[in-house]
């Protein structure tokens, strides 16, 4: 069965990296030393410091398997290298008219990895970014979310 394609910035990658690296370098070694000294108390079958330092051992382990598995897995999102954007695709941002509150709002359209809808960022895999994907300037799109109906124009697609 072949891996899920993880869609990815630039951005994205480099924060992954970066992340991996920490996890690597200074949380390994932190929960190494924690281990050290939380055995050093002597019996760990009651050692809540012991146990907690396991865990957190466990997850850091965890992460750092599932972000090497992401970047073994990445497709760069690059829409820089196009000119126009006549079409939604992940990599561009997208200003709509949201119907619903009567005022413009503006996302790029990234994968789930990466999605920060706070920070106008949402995925592609989203009910307004997967309604979003392949249609041009004018068009309406009307999006069915746990809040109810959502209407929104596209008024401008640009690569960045």
Known sequence: MAEKQILLTYEGIKALEKELEELKTVERNKVAIDLKEARAQGDLSENAEYDAAKDRQAEIESRIVEIEKM?????????DDEETADKVKP??????QDHTF??????????STEA????????NESPVGAALIGRQVGDEIVVE????????TILAISTN
Not at 71 to 79: R, S, Y
Not at 91 to 96: N, R
Not at 116 to 123: E, H, L, V
């Open 71 to 79: 970047l073994k897995n990445v497709v760069v999102i690059d829409a």
């Open 91 to 96: 990599g561009h941002k997208v200003k709509l």
């Open 145 to 152: 979310t746990e809040f109810g109906t959502d209407r929104y």
């Open 116 to 123: 920060d809808p706070i920070n106008g960022k949402i995925s």
């Open 102 to 111: 009567e005022e413009e709002v503006e996302y790029l359209i990234v994968g």
